[in-house]
């Protein structure tokens, strides 16, 4: 079993930055990619940036040149660095790892930005 804890939301005005912590229970270095999600009231659940083993990271354009995805392997821990937040980044913002071809989840961390 993977468990998955993120944190790191909150509330932030339109232009700030805040970094999204994903702590996992197992070696992420054995993971086969490592993402986030984010999902907003009314809307589907969207991928927002993903990290494959060796592999570039790559975002959703929406969120280029803004956010960054990284990998603390020592920490077992995966980063979403989000800087110059819009409004419309306000959503629950989830953990996702495939680890041995399974999907596992955290319980997500709200994100709200103000205008």
């Known amino acids: 079993q993977v468990r998955l804890v993120e944190s790191g939301g909150g509330l932030v005005q339109a232009g700030g930055s805040l970094r999204l912590s994903c702590a996992a229970s197992?070696?992420?270095?054995?993971?086969?990619?490592i993402s986030w999600y984010r999902q907003a009231p009314g809307k589907q659940r969207e991928l927002v940036a993903s990290?494959?083993?060796?592999?570039?990271?790559t975002y959703v354009e929406a969120v280029k040149d803004r956010f960054t995805i990284s990998r603390d392997y020592p920490q077992n821990t995966v980063y979403l660095q989000m800087n110059s937040l819009k409004p419309e980044d306000t959503a629950v913002y989830y953990c996702?790892?495939?680890?041995?071809?399974?999907?596992?989840w955290g319980q997500g961390t709200q994100v709200t930005v103000s205008s």
């Open positions: 990290t494959p083993h060796g592999s570039t990271a």
């Open positions: 996702n790892v495939d680890f041995r071809n399974i999907n596992y």
């Open positions: 197992i070696s992420i270095f054995s993971a086969d990619a």
